[in-house]
């Protein structure tokens, strides 16, 4: 479990093919503290720490991951997002987030304004559902406000801190992202389809 609260970005630095599979070594920040068998949230997906060496830890994505993220596209040399679990006795100061991506999101504008940044996504409309008006929303992992919702597409704005501090940074149009809804929203969305 996550809240969203990116705590440091990390850098792609070797990717291993092997059948469906894909590897990656990430050196960031707090690469050396993590341990075997740790969830850490990667761009927003929640992958366990298979080894830890010299500032580098090595994760491995399987063909289910692959299909419904943007690990697929990660490159050497790309900056990912990262997150350490929860502490239950920390504060919440994002929203719920599982590290379990639904789908990938396109950007379709980038607008600067005077001292922030506003994105524009388009998502598949068959989640309509559970986008709501300044409602939550996940993107490579960043706990997110959105405004402007449409039938398949939304806006989020990014303050100066989270530019700095986050892949946002390098987001352009047509850049594929890794999207979670609202896991309360999915709850009542599924209960609603049921009754």
């Known amino acids: 479990m996550f809240t969203g609260i990116i705590e440091t970005t990390g850098t792609i630095k070797d990717i291993i093919s092997s059948g469906t599979n894909r590897t990656f070594w990430i050196a960031s920040s707090f690469s050396d503290e993590l341990i ?48 350490r679990c929860l502490q239950m006795n920390g504060r919440l100061d994002g929203h719920i987030v599982q590290g379990h991506v639904d789908d990938v999101a396109v950007c379709i504008d980038s607008v600067l304004k005077e001292g922030s ?54 987001l352009k149009t047509g850049a594929h992202v890794n999207i979670e809804f609202d896991m309360i929203g999915k709850y009542v969305n599924r209960f609603m389809q049921l009754r």
Not at 40 to 50: F, K, P, R
Not at 154 to 165: D, G, K, N, R, S
Request: net charge negative; proline share 1%; glycine share 6%.
């Open 36 to 83: 075997i068998d740790q969830s850490v949230s990667h761009n927003g997906v929640c992958l366990t720490v298979e080894e830890v060496s010299k500032g580098l830890h090595r994760v491995t994505a399987i063909e289910e991951t692959l299909l419904k993220t943007n690990l697929n596209n990660w490159e050497i040399g790309n900056m990912v997002n990262m997150e």
């Open 117 to 170: 940044w506003e994105h524009t996504f388009q998502f598949d409309k068959k989640f309509g559902a559970l986008v709501i008006e300044k409602g939550s929303i996940t993107l490579n992992g960043i706990s997110l406000t959105i405004f402007n919702v449409k039938e398949d597409s939304f806006t989020v704005a990014i303050i100066p801190y989270t530019h700095q501090h986050t892949n946002m940074q390098s």
